[in-house]
C-alpha cells in the first residue's frame, strides 16, 4: 500500500474557525480517501478523489487533490462542535488496499 | 441489518487463549476487509477477501492470526496464543465490488487480552 504522512497529528480550534488537514505522499497516487472517525465510532466515508487538481465540496468541507496526485487536503470552514473526531486520509494503489493515514485529531472548543 | 455487523463488540481473554471475531457484511458486498486499530493510530490492513477467496493477507501479523469466508458473505478473525500485544479494535469493512470504492465499516470488535 501507498504510504502518506498527515499533518498536523492534532489541531484544537475554537468553534467558528476553520480547520485544515493535510496528506502528503512521496509517490503519486492513483486516488484517495478521506474518512472521518467520531471518537468511539469506527470509520465513515467522506469522499474520494481521483482526478489531478480536483476540487469536491461537502457543505463546509472542502477536498482538494494535488496536481501532481502528491498530495490532498481537507478544509473545514467555521468549524461546529459535530466536526470533532479524527479525519483520515486513506490512498489506494491500483489494486484494492487502503492504506490509512495516522489522522488528525480535531478537537473544537464551543 | 442495514449495515456492517461484528461480534462480539467487546472481548477479553487471557494471554494464550483462542480467539474468534466474526464480521457480516453489507448483502450483495463481494469485497470484505480486516483490519486493527491501535489507540490513536489509523487502521492497519490485515487481510483481503473477494467472494471467498483471501485475495491478500499480507497485513496479517504473523501465523497466529488466519481468516476465513466460507461463503463469501460472512467472515471470521480466529487470533491463536493471544499475546498482550493483539489488544486492539478489529475492523471490519465491506464494499461493493473491491478495487477503489468506499469502505462501510463496522462498530468493531474490541479485543483485551490481559
Known amino acids: 500500500g501507498q504510504q502518506v504522512m498527515q499533518i498536523p497529528q492534532y489541531q484544537h480550534v475554537q468553534e467558528g474557525e476553520d480547520f485544515t488537514t493535510y496528506c502528503n505522499s512521496s509517490t503519486t497516487l492513483s486516488n484517495i480517501q478521506w474518512y472521518k472517525q467520531r471518537p468511539g465510532g469506527h470509520p465513515v466515508f467522506l469522499i474520494q478523489?481521483?482526478?489531478?487538481?480536483e476540487v469536491k465540496k461537502q457543505k463546509r468541507l472542502t477536498f482538494q487533490f494535488g496536481e501532481a496526485k502528491k498530495n490532498s487536503s481537507l478544509h473545514i470552514t467555521a468549524t461546529q462542535t459535530t466536526d470533532v473526531g479524527t479525519y483520515f486520509c486513506a490512498p489506494g494503489g491500483s489494486n484494492y488496499k487502503l492504506t490509512f493515514g495516522k489522522g488528525t485529531l480535531l478537537t473544537v472548543n464551543p | 441489518g442495514a449495515g456492517v455487523s461484528q461480534t462480539p463488540s467487546n472481548k477479553v481473554t487471557e494471554k494464550g487463549k483462542y480467539v474468534e471475531l466474526r464480521c457480516d457484511p453489507i448483502s450483495g458486498h463481494t469485497a470484505l476487509y480486516w483490519y486493527r486499530q491501535s489507540l490513536g493510530q489509523g487502521p492497519e490492513f490485515l487481510i483481503y477477501?473477494?467472494?471467498?477467496?483471501?485475495?491478500?493477507d499480507s497485513g496479517l501479523p504473523n501465523d497466529r492470526f488466519f481468516a476465513v469466508r466460507p461463503e463469501g458473505s460472512v467472515s471470521t478473525l480466529k487470533i491463536q496464543r493471544t499475546e498482550r500485544g493483539d489488544s486492539a479494535v478489529y475492523l471490519c469493512?465491506?464494499?461493493?465490488?473491491?478495487?477503489?470504492?468506499?469502505?462501510?465499516f463496522g462498530e468493531g470488535s474490541r479485543l483485551t487480552v490481559l
Open positions: 469493512a465491506s464494499s461493493l465490488r473491491g478495487g477503489t470504492g468506499e469502505l462501510f
Open positions: 477477501f473477494q467472494g471467498t477467496g483471501a485475495a491478500d
Open positions: 478523489l481521483v482526478k489531478s487538481g
